[in-house]
């Protein structure tokens, strides 16, 4: 008990450095480099003695890593159901569907009847992104398409709709540059797809709670871009 005492007294006057705590935090590939990469500097001034090491893998996979102890911490968009996990909800991850003008001024998408004419892309066979239109009101049955083709990566997807190879949901965030020099374009932008969270997940059991909220508060600071 005295020599604790003498370490937070040193400590105190500045004698000790701070314990290094060391963290590996789960992202896609896509919010990585657009969100997390850039926060880095931040998140060492905001939590000194902090050690951030970032794993980069699908949604499901880093689901499973943070269950099975694999990596700390994720931020994801998918939805938590299992019991074994806590997360903290940080900022809303609204959606777009979107195709390349030229593609879209061949072949208009301005009714249902006209999805005919297209090719669907998406991340698997469950089609997670393009829920956000299909369960929205005025949303479309993915059934109707021409085509679905499925693509495991946001940016593949976005470099297929580019392309005009077909049209696809995206999060709003990471096509916003992309809609505003014209690249690409929103699809019957009446309709108000669902969105969802980003979510910071870790083990309920995981007893570094406050940790994750004081990091949790960084990233709340900062906005998706």
Known sequence: VLQAAAEC????????????IELVLGTRHELGISWILPLL?????????????????????LVLRVRALGIDCAVISIRITDPKLDFIRLHAEPYVFVGAPKLLRKYPL????????????????????????????????????????KIGAIEGIR??????????????YYVAEDCRKKRLQRVMPKVRLLQDHFRLVFRIDDPRRALYERLAQTFLTSPVI
């Open 9 to 20: 007294r040193r400590a105190v006057r500045g004698e000790v450095a701070a314990e290094t």
């Open 41 to 61: 500097p931040k998140l060492r001034l905001a939590m000194p003695g902090l050690k951030l090491h970032l794993y980069v893998g699908s949604g499901p996979d």
């Open 159 to 172: 470099a297929l709709v580019l392309r005009g190879e077909g049209v696809a949901v995206l999060p709003a």
């Open 110 to 149: 301005t009714h249902p009847n006209h999805v005919k004419n297209h090719t669907l892309i998406d991340n698997s066979d469950d089609l997670p992104l393009f829920h956000y239109w299909r369960d929205a009101p005025g949303g479309i049955d993915s059934r109707n398409f021409k085509d679905i083709v």
